[in-house]
């Protein structure tokens, strides 16, 4: 005879098993000499071949079963139960590859029933547990994208490498839930506890490029470096102002492709950094001083011989090469000063000093 007990020895309380004395009944455990015990109405006790008060009746048939329609304990085998659960992170043996369970299903064959996984690889139609492991910090490869369990999954960074001492990682780069910030040689992001790490779903992957590409870079996944794909929008040397004051001019003494940080001194020689280039403006360069060699002859002009004497109009005739102060001829006579007429409009008759840039005599 089977031995039964041996086979529910694993058995959950509450299984449901069946029994022609008493239809459906729960088993409760494993008793003295293997006693097995099941809820009807009351406890009743079957013995380790399934036979009703078997101490008493040791030539009785088996009067307990699997199930109404199974009424044989050949090839019968426990419900395991799963190893893994929905969100583990598991890796595949053979190859290595990465995946979340997302179900987990029971299917039926002619050999009974095996369970099998959907994960976000794909889905197997035949997925033993032994085919797959947990995955750990050691399955991480250099560039992959983890997340910090212990943050509210909000802290996003590309994996740099291991330091094997503590079994501790570094990072390239990193979102954490405010800002995205970028290690210096691998290095500035700081030690992190592998413990406390998972792989990034393609969600979370994602905000991490998207705020990478705000903070103006993208990731090189073949070199495993970033690089910066916003151009500077200033250079060294370059003098700017910030837009809403225009209070101070600083001028440019580095730029910092990687942080987008600018280190300028203004006109006190005090230096500092920002960032918000956009809030800064290049300061408008000096306009050249107007060329007299535009002026032509019948060009509308005003002319006066020095800052005391009132601006006058006339026509402009020629350059004068016989006189080396008063050089300008117009309305038939020679001027010390001459302008163009248009833009100056306002000047004519007043003894108000010229914009600068037409100052050349």
């Known amino acids: 005879m089977i031995n039964i007990a041996d086979l529910l020895r694993n058995a959950k309380k509450g299984t449901i098993l069946w029994s022609p004395l008493f239809g459906p009944v729960e088993f409760m455990q494993l008793g003295k000499n293997d006693q097995i015990w099941v809820k009807v109405d009351n406890s009743e006790p079957f013995d380790k071949y399934g036979r009703y008060f078997g101490s008493r009746f040791t030539k009785a048939e088996c009067l307990l079963f699997p199930s109404k329609e199974c009424r044989t304990w050949e090839n019968f085998k426990l419900p395991t139960k799963p190893k893994f659960k929905v969100g583990d992170w598991i890796v595949q043996n053979d190859d290595g590859a990465v995946s979340q369970i997302t179900k987990i299903i029971n ?31 050691q399955d991480a490869k250099d560039g992959d994208v983890l997340v910090d369990t212990l943050s509210g999954t909000r802290a996003l960074t590309i994996l740099f490498r291991f330091i094997n001492a503590d079994d501790s990682i570094s990072a390239y780069c990193g979102w954490n839930g405010h800002t995205f910030r970028v290690t210096i040689d691998g290095l500035g992001y700081g030690t992190l506890s592998s413990t406390q790490y998972v792989p990034a779903t393609k969600e979370q992957r994602d905000l991490l490029f998207q705020k990478m ?62 960032t918000q280039q956009d809030n800064f403006e290049l300061v408008p360069a000096p306009k050249l001083h107007y060329d007299i060699a535009s002026f032509y002859a019948g060009m509308p002009v005003l002319v006066r011989d020095n800052k005391d004497q009132e601006w006058r109009y006339t026509t402009f005739s020629h350059i004068s090469s016989r006189f080396r102060k008063i050089k300008f001829a117009a309305g038939c006579t020679y001027w010390c000063q001459c302008i163009p007429f248009e833009g100056n409009e306002t000047l004519l008759g007043t003894t108000d000093i010229c914009n600068e840039r037409f100052i050349n005599w």
């Open 107 to 137: 299917e039926k064959d002619e050999d009974g029933e095996y369970r099998a996984y959907e994960h976000t690889n794909g889905y197997f139609a035949e997925c033993f547990d032994d085919e797959f492991h947990f995955w750990t910090i």
């Open 213 to 274: 590409k705000e903070a103006g870079y993208e990731w090189d996944a073949d070199k495993k470096e970033l690089r910066n794909i916003i151009n500077p929008k200033f250079k060294v040397g370059d003098k700017i102002q910030a837009k809403d004051t225009k209070m101070y001019v600083y001028t440019v003494l580095s730029v910092d492709l990687q942080n987008q940080e600018y280190l300028v001194e203004h006109n006190y020689k005090h230096k500092l950094l920002f």
